[in-house]
């Protein structure tokens, strides 16, 4: 390999690695832009909940969800298809909740726990179905 060939190589390597750094700056923005989005939203959040407690009357508490509602609905799911098998995704999908990761994410935790409870088992990877 002369000289010119080697330039040329190494020209050619340094316009991929600019590129790849460009795309990653975007993907940098948008994540950067979506997560101010949902912290504003959060401070929306809390900013509504104080005026609610306020504003509820005195002596009387408002009642917070509660995580157990969640996992009634995830065992509601199952006892209504026991015979399907759902992945984390699909499972918010019927049940209408969120499908961001995070959300997502949490019910996978809960599934896991029902799975190691034994209400429910892992037919394969990913995949949760109701004991039967």
């Not at 316009?15 to 832009?33: F, K, P, S, W, Y």
């Not at 065992?75 to 969120?98: C, I, K, S, Y």
Request: charged share 25%; hydrophobic share 35%.
């Amino acid at each position: 390999m002369n000289i010119t060939e080697l330039l040329v190589d190494l020209h050619i390597r340094e316009n991929e690695a600019t590129a790849r750094a460009d795309e990653l700056r975007h993907q940098i923005a948008h994540l950067t832009a979506t997560l101010t989005e949902t912290e504003a939203r959060l401070a929306d959040f809390a900013t509504t909940r104080k005026i609610i407690t306020e504003l509820a009357p005195t002596g009387i508490k408002p009642d917070l969800p509660e995580s157990s509602t969640a996992y009634q609905a995830i065992v509601d799911a199952f006892n209504q298809h026991p015979d399907q098998a759902f992945r984390a995704r699909e499972l918010h999908e019927l049940l209408d909740m969120p499908t961001d990761e995070a959300s997502v994410n949490i019910t996978r935790s809960r599934l896991g726990r029902l799975t190691r409870q034994g209400f429910l088992t892992q037919p394969g990877r990913g995949r949760y179905q109701k004991r039967t």
